[in-house]
């Protein structure tokens, strides 16, 4: 099966593929068999039907599609292997001959991986921030703990920031209710955000039974942008009355007998917590670094396809959170019109697509393979990420076709956490860090035997053991006060879903290992 290759561009080619008729007979034979199976002809029983005769019937042009449209993918395949190629697009594929019992030919056209060279991993050296845990986050974790297990009283008395208010909503717009602008029983912690503007102006100051009307700006539904007036019912006052820091708190809200133990761990969590954060950090420079020293043409419809899936996921998400663009931008911190943040989402996504080819040259080079247990370990990271199980993670894994992103994705996280082991990183203090032994969860596993450790790298103790535990405390419900803990007091949660400037702009090394949903 003589083929040839023509490379139109550095990161686009043409195959040409010559077929002798012969080769196509097998698939041809079958063609006419399936036909014959599916056609009803006066005098013949189904499936015996002569091939002359559905020539004759239906024209010899329906049996030698069927035909080629069987034998066109492994015939693409073959050359594409044949030239070592790396197709990343679809195949345009057009039959510019077809001579029957003679030759076909047909080309086909598509984006390839462009040829590069990967540079000199372990002459990588990048720095970050040392962790620094201040008295003010251990604080600020233990405040969190003492509102989640706080009491609430009825007070009668006008409402001030941080109590939490009970009250109906209407939304009025001349005189008329808004669709969808009425809400009854909602309750909300004063100066807390996240609701209109001017609400919490409003709420200072009311009692049970007081109403109070103000205009504002809605953020969604069928009125989104108008002014409407806000109709505020309240029905309740109550102040959040903290439980005192000591052991028998700590008894409460942790498996541990005493306030000290408690401190002690919440510290450990939180250099565990800045542990991964800086191996977050320190993976998006070591790519940033790599990408940054390789030339390429990216190819143009990746690329194109990538930038309309980004915009097209930042349109979806501020739909859902009843924003538009416009409004997003004018409520973000930075000055930035509509155009330059969609020039500079077209930036990342470049990026994002030249360290996706990167890693998989380098997963190709080293041979990365995908063990049952790396597909085990993602499931339950997706599956904690999302607040699932490993059975639904892999059920909607299944149901939705990701399987192959998903092994993707596996792959490219492994090939990037060999690029990370071979650089050097330090942090600010001078320190070779640790990153080849740091678990998920921010703890180091014990290093290989005969792996020498790194003249002036940071030795971080084994985690003490833990302390006496309470037998009747249960583990879990430290796990879920410590989480909520965490997650608060790193300052990560949005005030709204798809206003998450992070969200829409993802570092390179996320992004090229981020599966598509």
Not at 227 to 238: G, R
Not at 414 to 425: F, H, I, P, R
Request: hydrophobic share 40%; net charge negative.
């Amino acid at each position: 099966m003589p083929s040839t290759v023509e490379q139109l561009s550095p990161s686009r080619a043409k195959i040409t593929v010559e077929v002798p008729f012969a080769d196509l007979k097998p698939h041809l034979d079958k063609a006419y068999k399936e036909i014959a199976q599916q056609v009803q002809i006066p005098g013949f029983r189904p499936g015996h039907v002569p091939a002359s005769i559905i020539d004759q019937r239906f024209g010899p042009g329906v049996a030698l599609e069927q035909a080629l449209n069987e034998a066109l993918p492994g015939l693409y395949s073959s050359a594409v292997n044949e030239h070592e190629l790396v197709p990343l697009t679809q195949p345009e594929i057009e039959v510019t001959k077809l001579e029957v019992g003679e030759t076909i030919e047909f080309t086909a056209e598509m984006d390839v991986r462009p040829d590069f060279m990967i540079p000199d991993l372990e002459g990588v050296e990048v720095e970050i921030d040392a962790i620094e845990s201040s008295e003010g986050e251990l604080e600020e974790q233990v405040k969190i703990l003492r509102e989640r297990f706080a009491t609430n009283i009825d007070v009668d008395r006008e409402a001030k920031e941080g109590d939490l208010v009970t009250f109906d909503l209407k939304a009025l717009k001349d005189g008329e209710l808004v669709e969808g602008g009425e809400a009854e029983g909602v309750t909300y912690r004063v100066g807390a955000g996240g609701m209109v503007e001017g609400m919490d102006e409003a709420l200072v100051g009311m009692k049970a039974g007081d109403v109070k009307t103000f205009t504002s700006t809605l953020v969604g539904g069928a009125a989104q942008g108008e002014e409407a007036e806000i109709e505020v019912t309240v029905s309740k006052v109550q102040e959040q009355e903290l439980p005192e820091v000591d052991d028998d708190f700590a008894q409460m809200v942790s498996e541990f007998d005493t306030v000290e133990e408690m401190y002690d761990d919440l510290r450990e969590n939180l250099v565990r917590m800045h542990r991964v954060e800086q191996a977050n950090v320190a993976r998006d420079k070591v790519l940033e670094v790599v990408i940054n020293q390789i030339d390429m043409e990216l190819p143009e419809n990746l690329l194109a396809s990538e930038i309309e899936a980004r915009n097209a996921q930042v349109d979806r998400e501020l739909a859902q959170a009843g924003m538009t663009l416009k409004q997003y931008l004018a409520e973000s911190d930075e000055e930035e019109s509509e155009e330059e943040f969609r020039e500079n989402l077209g930036k990342r996504s470049a990026d994002a697509v030249k360290a996706q080819l990167v890693l998989d040259k380098i997963a190709e080079d080293r041979d990365v393979q995908i063990e049952q247990a790396d597909l085990t370990e993602h499931l339950f990271a997706r599956a904690r990420a999302n607040r699932t199980s490993p059975e639904q993670e892999m059920q909607h894994m299944l149901e939705h076709d990701h399987t192959n992103d998903w092994m993707t994705e596996i792959r490219r996280s492994k090939a990037l956490a060999l690029v990370v082991e071979s650089a050097t990183v330090k942090d600010s203090d001078g320190n070779v860090l640790d990153l080849k032994n740091l678990m998920p969860d921010g703890t180091y596993a014990e290093p290989e035997e005969d792996a020498p450790a790194e003249e002036g790298s940071v030795e971080e103790a084994p985690v003490e053991e833990a302390p006496k535990k309470a037998a009747k405390k249960s583990a879990t419900k430290k796990d879920e006060a410590e989480d909520e803990a965490e997650k608060k007091a790193s300052k990560k949660a949005a005030k709204k879903k798809a206003a998450k400037k992070d969200e829409a702009e993802e570092a390179p090394a996320d992004e090229a290992v981020a599966d598509s949903e």
